[in-house]
């Protein structure tokens, strides 16, 4: 399930990621700037891609997630979290209404 606040969403993992003796059950995304961008392609990041998802997501998460961790997500996180990224990406006029800031 995911909750938004201002320009973050928390993403509640279904399988959480084990990281040494800590296990992270939950993840928040901010709002990435341009510059977090570079090197991925907005019509991916739009549509999911994977790669795309692998390259910005560290950038914004937090804690922040290595390209590995991201690359053995439970397939459900991932989804949640290239919702959330694909909806940071909308005007505010697109965004769904759960997701509006103001």
Excluded: C
Aim: no cysteine; aromatic share 2%.
């Amino acid at each position: 399930m995911t909750q938004q606040k201002s320009l973050n969403t928390t993403i509640q993992l279904d399988t959480p990621i084990k990281r040494g003796e800590r296990e992270i059950n939950q993840v928040t995304l901010r709002k990435p700037a341009s510059g977090e961008l570079r090197g991925a392609s907005l019509a991916d990041l739009m549509q999911m891609d994977v790669n795309a998802l692998e390259k910005v997501i560290p950038r914004i998460s937090d804690p922040t997630l290595t390209p590995h961790e991201v690359q053995n997500l439970d397939p459900a996180d991932l989804f949640q979290m290239g919702a959330a990224v694909s909806t940071f990406l909308l005007p505010k006029a697109m965004r769904p209404m759960a997701y509006q800031t103001e």
